[in-house]
């Protein structure tokens, strides 16, 4: 099938043209509508299906751009209000029209004549979603939207200072790869201590967000938020006990791999001991890599790497490029971290990250980029609840990427020993990765599993936890201070709590993916391909299927990539 990146934003047939959503009353009168027409045949379902897909999208786009324009300039209090009053007053009355229609739909007698092959998943998705509504929820849910994006507002304002000149956290990260030891470590302390600065603030706004998502999980009948959650995150297809193999299992399986790769790194620099602070180091004599200089430039390479590999991912970025869907360079003031915010009208989504021209970006903005062509690749699908596919799969389009895209690097190198040690960085990283993911995900499950901890408490299952899955290479004493509140750095145990274990799931099928485009490149994109132009329409298991991997996170499965990886690096 030809795939092309001129896609076109979604013409309204049911709304107006030009429609903008000013307030409630301008988009309520829809809601009315759709909420009262008669449905006299499957014909009739179908069209209505597509008119409430089209308030859907509206709707959807409508609250990303409010969070795009934010997180791009979290100093600027009226894109912080025009946020705040989409989830305080736009929101909240959306809710019980949105859970009356998902009621109309399961009632009505023609959604049994649907082609249930095509609806399975949505309408499994519609069910869970009558499941957990709960009206007095609806204010609990708003504050929370808004309470979340604080994170981004203190995260945002942090900076230091170094050669009289100011960094942002991100900017400063750059340092960490220095020959120099001393400045190597005066940076790690100044970023760690600048991240203490916060953390009452943060540990406030953390405890906050556990008592009103556990108020929300009890409302709906649920134990605790955890088991809430995997509910409303669409978990049909493993259970928290298969996290707590998961975690077993990278202690077992990958936490050697962990150990040898940092003893290596510690030869590498001719040091008796490794500290945090030499983790990214270069020996003496090496310059960090650099992949690019700019932002500009990041792009204008990752498109050329892009079309290398395939033409229409080029087109993709190209596309975003004409449209300015992109802001790629830290700068103070923007909210950390890097994302890419799919827009359910326009198709082409928004990339939104914090480059300074560190090997860590150019991963990072492939990274984004395969996010970016699974919305491409879902946008033609017909229903916008058809898009919304399992953040699992949504990780393995994106891992992917980082890892096919690879030997199409020297567009970033100049030479080939550049690039060798590009490509171990990356798969250094996908190895390093798996212990971090196992701590940020088991350190969730035991906050909701505890929701009325202290924060003293708190402060020793992290550590515990911590120290439990850190590698016995790197000597972390004297710096349990810094240590004690390094999960206040993670923003998704604020913004998208239970959302990390995906990475690691989405790891294993990434270099699945990789294994398989080492066997037969063209192949491996066919199957990438199909597999994300599927969106949601099928389950887990059989997304991963359609792209030819094994939706398997056991044991002896994690042992297997884990050699596989092991074998590539020891290649270079």
């Known amino acids: ?13 049911f709304l107006p043209a030009h429609f903008s959503l000013i307030d409630w009353s301008t988009i309520e009168p829809y809601f009315i509508q759709l909420k009262d027409r008669q449905i006299n045949s499957v014909k009739d379902l179908e069209q209505w299906l597509k008119d409430m897909s089209e308030v859907e999208a509206f709707i959807s786009e409508d609250a990303c751009w409010r969070q795009v324009r934010m997180t791009c300039d979290t100093e600027n209090t009226e894109l912080e209000e025009a946020f705040n009053f989409f989830f305080m007053e736009i929101q909240p009355k959306i809710q019980p029209y949105a859970d009356t ?43 929370v939207s808004v309470l979340q994006q604080q994170y981004g507002s203190i995260a945002g304002k942090m900076t230091i200072e170094q050669d009289e000149q100011e960094y942002t956290l991100q900017q400063a990260g750059k340092f960490l790869e220095n020959e120099d030891r001393n400045i190597r470590e005066t940076v790690y302390r100044k970023i760690a201590e600048r991240r203490l600065m916060d953390k009452e603030s943060l540990n406030d706004l953390f405890t906050k967000l556990i008592e009103k998502r556990h108020q929300i999980a009890l409302n709906a009948d649920f134990k605790n938020y955890r088991d809430y959650k995997f509910i409303e995150m669409g978990r049909f297809d493993y259970t928290p006990e298969s996290c707590f193999q998961f975690h077993e299992a990278v202690k077992k399986e990958v ?22 602070w030499d983790t990214e180091a270069e020996p003496k004599g090496i310059k960090p890599l650099r992949p690019f200089t700019d932002g500009k430039d990041l792009l204008k390479k990752t498109i050329a790497c892009l079309d290398n590999l395939n033409p229409f991912f080029g087109d993709c ?60 690749l879902s946008h033609e699908l017909e ?13 393995v389009a994106s891992m992917s990427m980082e890892l096919f895209t690879m030997d199409h690097w020297d567009v970033f190198f100049d030479n080939e020993e550049e690039m060798k040690r590009a490509k171990r960085h990356q798969l250094e990283r996908v190895i390093t990765i798996f212990p971090w993911i196992a701590t940020i995900d088991k350190f969730q499950h035991w906050i909701y599993e505890n929701p009325s901890h202290t924060l003293e408490e708190r402060k020793e299952n992290w550590l515990s936890i911590l120290n439990d ?82 939706f398997d996170f056991s044991p002896s499965k994690i042992s297997e990539l884990m050699l596989f990886v092991k074998k590539e690096l020891d290649s270079l």
């Open 101 to 143: 229609l998902n009621r109309k739909l399961v009632d009505c007698p023609f959604t049994k004549e649907l082609d249930q092959n095509k609806y399975f998943t949505y309408l499994r998705s519609v069910k869970k979603s009558i499941d957990l509504f709960r009206e007095e929820n609806i204010p609990l849910q708003a504050e």
């Open 317 to 376: 970025l190209k596309k975003m490029e004409e449209l300015n869907h992109l802001d790629l360079d830290s700068r103070k003031g923007k909210a950390p971290g890097g994302y890419n915010m799919p827009l359910a009208e326009s198709g082409a989504p928004f990339i939104f990250m914090n480059a300074a021209s560190q090997m860590s970006d150019l991963t990072t903005m492939v990274h984004e980029g395969g996010h970016a062509i699974h919305s491409f």
């Open 469 to 550: 899955y850190s590698t016995k290479s790197i000597d972390f004493s004297g710096l349990e201070p810094y240590r004690s509140y390094n999960w206040q750095r993670q923003l998704h145990l604020f913004e998208v709590p239970f959302y990390y274990i995906e990475y690691g799931i989405a790891q294993l099928g990434a270099i699945g993916m990789w294994k398989q485009y080492r066997e037969n490149p063209e192949q491996a994109l066919k199957n990438y391909m199909h597999g994300l132009s599927l969106g949601g329409t099928q389950t887990l298991p059989e997304l991963y299927a359609s792209a030819g991997i094994d």
């Open 255 to 276: 936490l050697p791999l962990v150990d040898h790769i940092y003893t290596k790194q510690k030869e590498r620099l001719g040091l008796d001991t490794l500290r945090p």
């Open 1 to 13: 099938m030809q795939h092309s990146a001129n896609i076109q934003k979604l013409k309204h047939s």
């Open 383 to 395: 229903l916008t609840g058809f898009k919304e596919y399992p953040t699992e799969m949504a990780e």
